[in-house]
């Protein structure tokens, strides 16, 4: 009866005298997500014809053939895939689990080097995972979300290794540390000035405490990635490295409005810091609400943020469900998951940089993080021509956890309750987009599925029209003899490539219908008398530079001998609606060529 009695008293209280059951339900339910997230959602999403299809491509043949993809020489992300491939295989699921082992990595590093798992509020390193777990755009390491996972894995070890028990141990971390910032930049070497001022505060922190053995991670950080960038660059040439793709470079147009978008948070926090504290507005919130956030304005700010988002989600799912009317138009951005979410994650952070307990490390150290974030963050963007109020959501669950770790050095229980909660909801906002579909809204997780009739998608789970779409493309790829011709594919369905294992045409791996359509490069490819194959898809939903298409479509069509539709009309779900050109044809094909024909 005693050991039972003092077994109920372990569990309720740690040896700080903090209650252990919200640890332990915590980690439970973290637990239970990983295990849903990898082992149903992560198979059951598909495979996504764009972005992970040209990561999957130009890893692939960088494994089997040594090639170097000069469609975004600035950012060779995919060969950090590569390197996984050597090890796991080519297949696509493993790479998925990867990234998200590697994510969760990352966040539980920083969050333990911040010294962010102190009671009362261990609690709070499992809310964090589940959210970085969730958060994001696509499931591999890439140009968009290496830079902030490598980041945060080298700062995280940089300070985990002043808690190594030797010497050896130390030095081995400090390494280790270095050689993940320094691939925070190679995997996006747009973000190099970033790293190299941090890299610089690192030695001048280190100078300045006198701990010169800690410089170790800075300036092995400059020798790897000198080593990294050295080896690159022998490879694939200087020349290569200043060719920019369309949709990247110097985007001089959109620094307002980054430098807006990366303001608006934390001026609504100065100026909700800066009332309470002339105007003395916390007094007047009503006593209810106040007792309800323990009488504490970070609370009362997490609050109200929260049932702002919450409010927002709701109306959307009530739209999906057409309950209520569509938004306007112009509302849309602001309204949709994809948006809500990132926007939430960097208000809870910038809550935590005003609200935090700034004589903490965990406050100090987070701040830091936050700063290189952004830094990181605003870099990509400008030379990125991604969407400026979409693109913090390849940082958004870091942004939150560290946010989170920030505030509860300041929070009561109540406030651990409102941080629960806000934890909570992020991880059902991005539950919510998932279930939509996710960026593209090309697969959705739940419905029947079936398994793709390819060694490289082993795992990966596809709706029957899904997988018929992919036996209609091999099928018609067999048919017409492409494997012994060039392979051109677009809008947005670089997956061919990966799946087919072709090579694409130089610099064509990737063609985007907001990018431009390469009019010139394809012109010159049809023009040159040897055998081709185009397979075209409409995506139906997605937006598209109409004027630059149709040209290059009357230019396919002249070149073509032969049309034929292996989509179905109106198709079922995005990239159901592939035509297939085969040439070159002396005469080429009228414009007005039957669909769902081949035509000599």
């Not at 988002?309 to 949709?336: D, E």
């Not at 940089?353 to 605003?378: E, H, M, N, P």
Request: net charge positive.
């Amino acid at each position: 009866m005693m050991l039972t009695q003092s077994s109920s008293r372990g569990l309720q209280h740690s040896r700080g005298g903090a209650p252990l059951w919200p640890t332990v339900l915590a980690w439970s339910g973290f637990v239970a997500l990983a295990l849903l997230f990898l082992l149903y959602i992560t198979p059951r999403k598909g495979a996504f014809f764009g972005d992970e299809g040209w990561y999957l491509y130009s890893a692939l043949r960088a494994l089997r053939h040594g090639e170097l993809n000069l469609f975004l020489p600035q950012a060779p992300a995919y060969l950090f895939n590569t390197g996984f491939m050597a090890v796991l295989g080519e297949g696509y699921l493993p790479l998925r689990w990867v990234y998200t082992i590697f994510s969760l990595a990352a966040g539980l590093a920083v969050m333990a080097g911040i010294d962010g798992a102190k009671a009362p509020n261990r609690f709070i390193i499992p809310l964090g995972l589940s959210c970085v777990l969730f958060a994001g755009l696509s499931s591999l390491v890439n140009y968009q979300n290496g830079p902030s996972l490598f980041l945060l894995m080298g700062l995280g070890l940089y300070w985990l290794s002043r808690k190594a028990g030797s010497s050896g141990v130390r030095v081995t971390v400090w390494l280790a540390s270095g050689f993940f910032l320094a691939c925070s930049a190679m995997v996006n070497l747009t973000i190099a000035p970033g790293l190299a001022v941090l890299c610089l505060w690192l030695l001048y922190t280190a100078w300045r405490k006198r701990d010169f053995r800690s410089m170790l991670a800075p300036l092995s950080c400059g020798v790897f990635l000198a080593l990294m960038l050295g080896i690159y660059l022998s490879k694939l040439g200087l020349a290569q490295m200043f060719s920019v793709p369309k949709g990247h470079g110097f985007h001089y147009e959109r620094a307002l409005e980054i430098l807006a978008q990366g303001a608006l948070m934390p001026a609504c926090w100065g100026v909700y810091w800066l009332i309470g504290r002339v105007l003395g507005l916390w007094p007047c919130v009503a006593a209810g609400v106040r007792k309800l956030c323990g009488n504490n304005p970070a609370a009362f700010g997490l609050f109200i943020a929260t049932l702002t988002v919450a409010a927002y989600l709701a109306r959307f799912l009530l739209v999906m469900a057409q309950i209520l009317p569509g938004f306007p138009l112009s509302l849309i951005p602001a309204t949709h998951p994809l948006i809500i979410m990132p926007q939430y994650a960097y208000a809870v952070l910038c809550l935590a940089v005003f609200y935090g307990d700034w004589s903490t490390k965990a406050q100090r150290r987070g701040a830091l993080c936050a700063v290189v974030l952004i830094a990181y963050w605003a870099q990509q963007t400008f030379y990125s021509d991604i969407p400026v109020n979409i693109s913090m959501v390849f940082a958004s669950g870091y942004f939150m956890a560290l946010g989170l770790v920030m505030l509860s050095a300041r929070m009561g229980r109540a406030g651990r309750i409102i941080m629960s909660v806000a934890a909570v909801l992020f991880v059902a906002g991005c539950m919510v987009h998932i279930y939509y579909g996710g960026w593209t809204t090309e697969v959705r997780p739940v419905g029947p599925k079936v398994e793709l009739d390819n060694p490289r998608f082993q795992g990966i789970l596809e709706s029957p029209e899904r997988a018929e779409t992919f036996a209609r493309i091999k099928q018609a790829y067999d048919e017409f003899g492409c494997a012994n011709k060039g392979l051109i594919t677009f809008r947005n369905s670089s997956l061919i490539y990966y799946f087919l294992d072709h090579k694409a045409p130089p610099r064509l791996s990737y063609i985007s219908q907001n990018y431009g359509m390469y009019y010139n490069e394809i012109r010159d490819i049809l023009d040159s008398g040897k055998p081709w194959c185009v397979f075209y898809s409409e995506n139906v939903d997605l937006l598209s530079n109409k004027k630059q298409e149709s040209k290059v479509m009357r230019l396919v069509e002249e070149h073509a001998d032969k049309r034929m539709d292996i989509g179905h009309h109106p198709p079922r779900h995005l990239y159901d609606d592939f035509v297939v050109f085969t040439g070159p044809a002396e005469t080429g094909l009228q414009a007005g060529a039957p669909a769902g024909n081949s035509t000599e």
